[in-house]
């Protein structure tokens, strides 16, 4: 990143320095995302032509799970971003559910940035925003290249409606969507409550309606956003899609495979997406085989893979590393541009080799 030149003749070539080490609160990362709803999803969309060309390094995450609490997990997500992005790091994101009864978020998250050329770390970033924020780009991109081939939804469906859902709708109304129906359906009345407040807050026009039945919520929605924390699928009936909807399916585990086999399948990376139990893997798991799965959101952008309007289709992002990194070092940069930065002075002390 910074460079020093050496004084001694044999080196007129820049040899790479320490980096400083930066802090960037949660604060600042919500000032530098905040209204940029469309270059994220620009980046986003760069970040997976990017990965599927092979120019990006994005091994399986890896979970930490506990014996004695096992909704709770922590999640490390290592990635390297190749082009112009050039940053290595890691998101490091737990999620903890019952902590939305203690009346904080679910998830809380850092991300560590490292320098390309020395490795060295250079930032540490709040990260549950950043994490909010690609997901829902992704999801918002995904919806707009999915709906290519058919009508756009005017009726929207949120099914599970936390922090998660409230971003893709930030996303998709800032994006270009808007809706004339609203549909909310959540196990906690509290919720649904919190994000109906939330939705006349962001100023829609659209007539919103708290569902009583999941089936209800789906059979009136056109596009469909899973935002749940399911462990186990608990929509099963096949006939609910009958009217052939986009279903973004966030939270992954919430569809039977069942009503995958009946749909147009896509997800965000194949090897990542067929782990940990989410719906794909189960219904690889069942028919042993892939062949359900038609492709990639790349796959669609290129053109290798059209979308029937005659089927449901699902999109299943994994949720990637890279685009963590992807959004993390945006932010960096934006910071850093407004010379806001808060260095950690002498963060990296033990310099010399032999003292
Ligand atoms: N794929 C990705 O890249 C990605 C990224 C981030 C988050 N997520 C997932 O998004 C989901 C939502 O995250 P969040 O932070 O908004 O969580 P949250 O806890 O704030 O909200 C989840 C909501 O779902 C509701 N719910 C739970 N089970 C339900 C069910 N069976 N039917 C209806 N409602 C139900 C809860 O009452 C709650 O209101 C999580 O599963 C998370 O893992 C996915």
């Known amino acids: 990143m910074t460079t020093t030149h050496s004084t001694t003749s044999e080196a007129f070539l820049p040899r790479p320095s320490v980096p400083s080490f930066a802090v960037i609160p949660g604060a600042q990362v919500q000032r530098a995302l905040q209204g940029r709803e469309k270059q994220i999803v620009e980046l986003i969309e760069s970040i997976y032509r990017l990965h599927g060309a092979g120019d990006s390094v994005n091994p399986p995450s890896y979970f930490l799970r506990f014996p004695d609490r096992p909704s709770d997990r922590i999640i490390a997500l290592p990635a390297s971003v190749g082009g112009r992005v050039l940053v290595d790091g890691l998101k490091w994101i737990s999620s903890f559910p019952q902590n939305v009864a203690e009346g904080i978020p679910r ?20 990260s549950s925003i950043i994490s909010a924020t690609r997901t829902a780009g992704s999801a918002a991109l995904a919806a707009n290249w999915l709906s290519r081939d058919r009508p756009r939804a005017k009726r929207v469906g949120f099914f599970g ?11 998709l109304t800032a994006t270009g969507w808007s809706f004339d129906e609203l549909g909310v359906y959540d196990l906690s009345a509290a919720s649904a409550a919190g994000f109906c407040a939330y939705l006349k807050r962001s100023g829609t026009t659209g007539h919103i309606t708290v569902c009583d039945s999941a089936e209800r919520l789906i059979r009136s929605s056109d596009l469909i956003v899973f935002a749940t924390v399911a462990g186990q699928p608990h929509v099963k009936d096949v006939q609910w899609f009958a009217h052939n909807p986009l279903v973004l399916h966030i939270s992954l585990r919430d569809l039977a495979p069942e009503i ?6 896509i997800v965000d990376d194949v090897e990542h997406c067929l782990k940990a139990n989410t719906a794909p893997h189960l219904t690889e798991q069942l028919t042993g085989s892939r062949d359900f799965l038609s492709g990639t959101l790349d796959d669609v952008m290129a053109g290798r893979v059209t979308i029937p309007a005659e089927r449901p289709v699902i999109f299943s992002p994994f949720g990637l590393g890279v ?21 950690i002075d002498d963060f990296f002390h033990e310099l010399r080799r032999y003292g």
Request: proline share 2%; charged share 15%.
């Open 260 to 265: 995958l086999l009946a749909s147009t399948n």
């Open 161 to 171: 409606v936390g922090l998660i859902a409230r971003y893709i709708h930030t996303f």
């Open 323 to 343: 685009l963590d990194l992807a959004v993390g070092k945006y932010v960096y940069d934006e910071v850093a541009r407004s010379g806001e930065l808060h260095i």
């Open 107 to 126: 998830a809380s998250a850092v991300m560590i940035l490292n320098d390309h050329d020395t490795g060295y770390p250079f930032a540490c970033l709040e």
